[in-house]
């Protein structure tokens, strides 16, 4: 019976090592100290726009909002208070590492790009002395394909003879 107790006060005391505590009058997480251990499986996360230096580097002041759309991505906040900015944000937790964060800003008059401010600037430098990128896109050829809804009347039989 002693042992019970004791596995339930360990078993609790273990439960309550990541829970969040109040440093500061400020909310604060603490990690568990079982995820510190180099053996304990953790996986990487990654959340918002991944954006590279390449993306960013082709951007240039006179562009449209959908043609930095189409570079970067739908941007991960349109505030509607300041709707000359878009943020784009990404974060990247590598296991037993702390998270790092990629903050970028792209500012517009109108319609129109002015500037970016981030992690990283437009530098057109980088860009050149690389061969350009030639994409071919094949799009299949959908003649003659019928819709789900179709194929399913077709698949009971009952179809409407014309």
Not at 101 to 125: H, I, Q, W
Not at 155 to 161: F, K, M, P, T
Request: aromatic share 8%; with cysteine; proline share 6%.
């Amino acid at each position: 019976m002693q042992k019970l107790h004791i596995l339930l006060a360990l078993g609790a005391s273990l439960s309550l090592v990541g829970c969040a505590t109040k440093q500061d009058g400020a909310p604060q997480y603490q990690e568990s100290t079982l995820n510190k251990l180099p053996f304990v499986y953790q996986m990487t996360i990654q959340q918002g726009n991944i954006i590279t230096e390449e993306m960013v580097d082709r951007l240039e002041p006179g562009m449209t909002r959908s043609q930095v759309r189409y570079l970067l991505g739908t941007p991960m906040l349109t505030d509607l208070f300041h709707q000359d900015r878009w943020y784009y944000t990404y974060t990247i937790r590598l296991p037993h590492r702390e998270m790092e964060k990629k903050p970028l800003v792209v500012y517009f008059d109108g319609d129109v790009m002015t500037r970016v401010e981030g992690f990283t600037t437009p530098n057109p430098a980088r860009l050149e002395g690389r061969e350009p990128e030639e994409i071919i896109v094949s799009v299949p050829d959908w003649d003659g394909d019928s819709g789900l809804v179709k194929r399913t009347i077709k698949a009971l039989g009952i179809e409407d003879h014309e």
